[in-house]
């Protein structure tokens, strides 16, 4: 997609949020791609679900939608999950560096919180931020549903599964991981270890071949990164061994940090 055709197609989608959000109309349309789609997310970012204003918008927003997100994904690169090496330890797993909102996968995790209708900071650069605003306002549509109808929050190493939407991912699986505050305590490991295990089981259960884990609570959580990981790859294996006749075929451990791919390639290469 051109650059000025992009821009036409940010503009409109601003229109449409600014139109549903009068108090933030006030901003004048950026003169850039960068400074529109920087515009059009914040505003998803801080957009409450529809289910609780009344608003709604218009069909041809997520048409247009649809077609901005996909050409950002497409220019960033699409990785193939079947273009991944397995580990050398365990041939089920597999270790990648990258944007996971760049993965075509069965499903990718989402690192959630309790409320699971995503971050609400605007450009925040945590992954429920992320992923959220690459899948469309759609998502947090869904989500609002989904805990709507539970009528409470959704407990830590709970999980939810949800369509990706315009994500490559046919799936977003979210899940919310412990906060760690002072010593990291035996109940902690035992959430994040929870979380696998959820994961894993939606994953079965909706008959996926292929999940992609991010780095669950290691972010703003304050998890210790190598423990999440040991925690990661010993609670995937042990759930894969359990489990002969799953669907599950593979488990990507999505890393961002050089720091965090590190620490799994010690662990993976055994």
Aim: aromatic share 8%; with cysteine.
């Amino acid at each position: 997609m051109k650059n000025s055709e992009l821009m036409i197609k940010l503009h409109f989608l601003i229109k449409c949020l600014e139109a549903e959000m009068p108090e933030y109309a006030e901003y004048a349309l950026p003169e850039n791609p960068k400074q529109a789609f920087d515009l059009y997310r914040a505003l998803c970012n801080v957009r409450m679900p529809s289910g609780d204003t009344g608003h709604t918008l218009p069909d041809a927003f997520y048409i247009v939608q649809a077609e901005v997100l996909k050409s950002i994904t497409e220019k960033k690169g699409i990785t193939d999950i079947s273009d991944l090496p397995s580990a050398e330890l365990d041939p089920r797993l597999v270790l990648w560096q990258g944007d996971i909102t760049t993965l075509r996968t069965d499903a990718i995790v989402n690192a959630a919180n309790s409320q699971m209708l995503g971050c609400f900071s605007p450009l925040h650069g945590c992954i429920d931020n992320i992923i959220h605003t690459m899948a469309g306002v759609e998502l947090r549509e869904k989500c609002y549903q989904i805990m709507k109808a539970q009528g409470h929050e959704e407990p830590t190493g709970g999980a939810k599964i949800t369509p990706g939407y315009n994500l490559p991912a046919r799936y977003v699986i979210h899940t919310v991981g412990p906060i760690v505050s002072g010593w990291l305590t035996g109940k902690d490991k035992e959430q994040l270890a929870s979380c696998y295990r959820s994961v894993l089981s939606l994953a079965s259960d909706h008959q996926l071949e292929s999940v992609a884990f991010c780095c669950v609570s290691t972010g703003v959580f304050h998890f210790p990164q190598d423990k999440a990981a040991e925690i990661a790859v010993h609670t995937t294996s042990c759930w894969l061994d359990a489990h002969p006749k799953t669907t599950v075929r593979r488990v990507i451990f999505n890393v961002f940090k050089d720091s965090d791919r590190d620490i799994y390639r010690k662990i993976l290469l055994g």
